[in-house]
């Protein structure tokens, strides 16, 4: 809202200069944007979607008035007397068939001359960042900048009848709006139509066919309100935002139609442009009851932290527009407060003393935090779960990111479990919104295409969040790993991400969560590769699943094709549970040294790796502390089908020193277990 400095002192004599008054008003809740000096110096304003009250001088003046304290100058809103009856000719008959859509409708004829407007109006809807026309279509300009109220003139001559029936359109009904485009409209739209066809689109915009020009000599004047949510839906889907329909659409006052027409009536008669013919027509079939609130000072001083004194509250309400009475309860009598039909954002106690806060000073609440009743409770373990998983991720070098939990159903339904479809939103904002996600996985697949498209190939990208299945609403945590595994340089060749990276990253989560055993055994999701995915499991619980993303999934998504996508998905509930994090406990250096032997044996390729550290473990003595494969291959000297592993067995004991016969016999021990469990040979 361009609030014209000059203009604003017309209603309300501020003290101090465009920057000062911009300060105060803007510690009332309106941002200000920019100040803009000059001959018309202008405070731009962002006003909030609760107040469309203040897309107007006078809504911004009564603010005014409640900060400094100086009474409202209410424009002239005088109508002129109609000493010309109307003759049947140019009779106006105004129907309203819908009054849902608008519960109120005025309209008045007038006599104009239609020319240029003043140089003051010019000036002023100029600086407001309106572009003068002619003195017609500018006065209604001028008065929706000064009150808040759009308005549109119709050439009466151009209205078929003489007859304007506000009612729905019908299916298919076409009418060419002024701005040259020509529209096809839909059954629950609100048109002003005449005798024949739709004129104007109700709220929005007027139509080319019965636009006023140089020619017109009888007009008529519209002034209206109309159902806030009807005027957003046609908006909408016509893609027409104008000035009228950003205000009606936010909600208008019901009682400002006739100010609007006695404030254009008052204006046409001071500028010599035009003077009524005949009464004011008003249509108002259901005119609402008052809203009145009860306002206790015990509320204001419990919302607020500190009482206001009783004094201050009329003093602040009432030039905002209030009609403040004393309350009738004896134990608190607070006020009866008469909300007036232009604040549209006041329905309940709160919101009164909000504009009390707002005015009273919120800087003069007092900074001290109030007194607890009880201890503060611990924490949701759900926090702590959660910064151990970013804590262990961003170590490992990958970023977090947070996606929508309203994903496109395209997106959803490779990650579905069978035979169960997406959860759907009953109203989605557009189709890339239309379902709730049932992994974390689709989310981090867009967002990693969206960095292969800037040209970022090495990705790592996790998200811990909530994920929605038949179980209904979970945590897991989903990760995302494209690229190389190191950055490039030039003393090497970067080796590129492949599903035993994805693993140790998942193990490296595990691990931080303290689980007691993890397995990672092959197994195979619809979205995952086959041969390249494995479901991790703790005991008898399984944690979720990692592996190559599916290269038809990662096409679809917009992946650079032919690059490999490694992902895992965890249930965080589930590693949670498994979890001995809390289960510290302090262990002393070794008092003595460890001995070291190395093994070589030859087993099938195909063999797991995980079942020969089994074997390992079972066979080994307790004073096996530490195990390590260092060496894996297959070529000259080893059988087809076979491969040579290596291990480095660490042996230690916590009271004594070992001897070389110690590790030798366990060692012994080790060997006969993997010959008899895997046939395996020692080289």
């Known amino acids: 809202m361009r609030l014209v400095y000059p203009w604003l002192c017309d209603f309300v004599h501020v003290p101090g200069d465009p920057d000062s008054v911009a300060h105060e008003i803007g510690l009332r809740g309106f941002e200000v944007a920019a100040v803009e000096p000059g001959r018309l110096p202008v405070i731009d304003f962002e006003i909030t979607a609760n107040r469309p009250d203040c897309l107007s001088h006078i809504g911004l003046a009564r603010e005014a008035s409640a900060i400094w304290g100086v009474p409202l100058q209410m424009p002239e809103m005088v109508m002129p007397r109609a000493d010309e009856p109307v003759d049947d000719a140019h009779a106006l008959e105004v129907t309203i068939e819908d009054a849902e859509l608008c519960p109120r409708y005025c309209a008045q004829v007038f006599d104009v001359t239609i020319g240029p407007s003043p140089d003051w109006l010019r000036e002023r809807l100029e600086a407001a960042g309106v572009r003068p026309i002619n003195n017609v279509v500018d006065v209604t300009n001028y008065v929706m900048l000064e009150l808040g109220q759009p308005m549109h003139a119709f050439d009466l001559t151009k209205i078929g009848g003489r007859r304007l029936v506000i009612r729905r359109a019908r299916e298919g009904e076409r009418l060419r709006t002024l701005d040259g485009n020509e529209r096809t409209l839909s059954a629950d739209m609100l048109v002003i139509a005449d005798a024949e066809r739709a004129s104007a689109i109700g709220g929005v915009m007027g139509g080319a066919d019965s636009e006023i020009d140089g020619r017109t000599t009888r007009i008529a004047l519209e002034s209206a309100y109309f159902q806030p949510a009807s005027v957003r839906r046609t908006s909408r889907r016509l893609g027409l935002k104008t000035e009228a329909s950003s205000r009606f659409e936010r909600g208008g006052d019901v009682n400002a139609p006739p100010s609007g027409i006695a404030r254009a009536a008052a204006l046409f008669h001071k500028m010599g442009a035009g003077r009524p013919v005949g009464p004011c027509i008003d249509r108002y079939p259901s005119p609402p009851k008052p809203l009145q609130l009860r306002l206790r000072a015990s509320r204001i001083a419990r919302v607020l932290g500190q009482a206001v004194p009783a004094a201050e509250v009329p003093r602040i309400l009432t030039p905002l527009g209030f009609l403040v009475a004393e309350g009738r309860d004896r134990a608190d009598p607070g006020w009866l407060v008469t909300v007036p039909t232009f604040r549209v954002d006041v329905a309940r106690e709160i ?296 291990l480095r067995l660490t042996f230690r004991a916590p009271e004594r020193t070992l001897t070389d016969e110690d590790a030798q016999a366990a060692t012994d021990g080790i060997v006969q277990a993997l010959r008899r469990e895997h046939g395996a040979e020692r080289r």
């Open 351 to 646: 919101d009164l003393i909000e504009d009390v806060g707002r005015h009273y000073g919120f800087d003069q609440l007092p900074v001290t935090f109030p007194a607890l009743a009880s201890p503060q409770g611990a924490p949701d373990p759900g926090i702590t779960r959660d910064r151990l998983i970013r804590h262990a991720l961003t170590g490992a070098g990958f970023s977090e990111s947070m996606t929508f939990a309203f994903i496109e159903r395209e997106a959803a339904l490779p990650f579905c479990e069978p035979e169960v479809a997406p959860a759907e939103i009953a109203n989605p904002l557009s189709e890339k919104f239309a379902v709730l996600r049932p992994s974390l996985l689709p989310g981090l697949v867009d967002s990693c295409a969206h960095n292969h498209r800037r040209g970022r190939k090495d990705v790592r990208l996790f998200e811990a969040g909530s994920r929605f299945t038949s179980a209904g609403e979970g945590r897991a945590v989903g990760i995302a790993w494209s690229g190389g595994t190191t950055p490039l340089h030039w003393s090497g060749v970067a080796r590129t991400v492949d599903v035993f990276d994805m693993k140790g990253v998942v193990q490296l989560l595990c691990e931080t969560f303290g689980a007691a055993s993890i397995d990672v055994v092959p197994a195979q999701r619809g979205w995952l590769v086959p041969g390249r995915s494995a479901e991790v499991r703790s005991g008898g619980t399984v944690l979720g699943a990692l592996g190559q993303l599916l290269p038809a999934i990662a096409d679809a998504r917009g992946l650079t094709p032919g690059e490999e996508l490694y992902v895992a998905e965890l249930d965080a509930l589930a590693l949670a549970g498994v979890s001995r994090a809390d289960d510290l406990r302090a262990q002393s250096l070794p008092r003595f040294p460890s001995i070291v032997r190395d093994v070589s044996i030859l087993v099938d390729d195909a063999l797991p790796a995980a079942a020969v550290r089994g074997t390992i473990r079972a066979a080994a003595p307790s004073t096996l502390v530490a195990m390590t494969e260092f060496d894996r291959y297959q070529g000259t000297g080893v059988p087809e089908g076979r491969v040579s592993l290596s």
